[in-house]
């Protein structure tokens, strides 16, 4: 098997947004030059837009620079429920144009071509490239939609927050052995708790995820008070009634065994 180099990475911070800095990791191959600059591959991480990390991203996304001589920006959002997905969708407005702007340009020696812009994500991330690549939600959002996205490749995505298995309390959740108590997730529930744009893979928000599935949440902790009808997040129902501008190219995985994203649903993709 060949063995191939995990580029340090350049760490950004492309956003601050309510006191919260945002932040990327950017993987430039060593291979790339300012002749022939890199394309990117922007990757946003799960966990329900509750929980997770930059850091957490999957690690073939960072041996594609040097196999693939692909740029890997790995980025970070605000995170519900103390930022509402409006919030959270302006947040990937805002990685996709730091993109193109003069600092990521320095920051990167001139070495990565942004306008060769593929996004990607998986379950959550793959639902925001999604959301990114069609423009769905963004308008809903106050949120101009991105532009100049070449492709999508969404990995076992989020498609809609109408499914069943979202308003259905599974107590407990398949892979657990019992029930997470609500004085656990009290903090993480509290929409008033401190804003963050990360959270540690094995901190105590790792379980937040789950006590959502279990109680059956994620349109609560996503979109309370905002005023936004879930469906506006769609995305098999947005292009099906011709809400959407041209789609790009898009791949869309997932797997059989999959509990939580069914590829048998009608609704999804």
């Not at 690690?59 to 103390?82: E, F, G, M, W």
Request: with cysteine; charged share 20%.
């Amino acid at each position: 098997m060949v063995s191939y180099p995990v580029p340090e990475p350049i760490e950004l911070v492309f956003s601050e947004a309510d006191g919260v800095p945002i932040a990327m990791d950017v993987y430039v191959p060593e291979k790339a030059t300012k002749e022939e600059p890199a394309p990117i591959l922007l990757w946003w991480h799960g966990g329900g837009l509750l929980q997770g990390t930059r850091k957490a991203a999957a690690p073939h996304t960072r041996y594609a620079p040097a196999k693939h001589n692909l740029c890997i920006v790995s980025v970070d959002y605000r995170l519900a429920p103390q930022t509402r997905l409006p919030g959270i969708l302006a947040d990937c407005k805002a990685a996709i144009d730091f993109l193109r702007s003069d600092k990521f340009a320095q920051a990167t020696g001139n070495r990565v071509d942004a306008s060769r812009l593929i996004v990607s994500g998986s379950s959550a991330g793959g639902w925001l490239a999604l959301l990114a690549g069609t423009g769905i939600g963004f308008k809903a959002s106050g949120v101009e939609p991105p532009t100049g996205i070449a492709g999508v490749v969404a990995i076992y995505p989020i498609t809609d927050l109408l499914d069943p298995f979202w308003s259905t309390k599974h107590r407990p959740v398949v892979y657990l052995d019992r029930i997470i108590e609500d004085h656990e997730m009290a903090t993480f529930v509290d929409p008033n708790s401190e804003k963050t744009s990360w959270a540690e893979a094995t901190g105590k928000r790792s379980l937040f995820y789950h006590y959502m599935v279990q109680e059956a949440i994620l349109v609560q902790l996503l979109l309370e008070g905002t005023g936004v009808d879930p469906i506006e997040y769609s995305i098999a129902q947005n292009i099906r009634a011709g809400k959407v501008r041209a789609l790009p190219p898009t791949y869309i995985i997932t797997g059989n065994k999959d509990t939580k994203v069914r590829i048998n649903n009608p609704w999804t993709l």
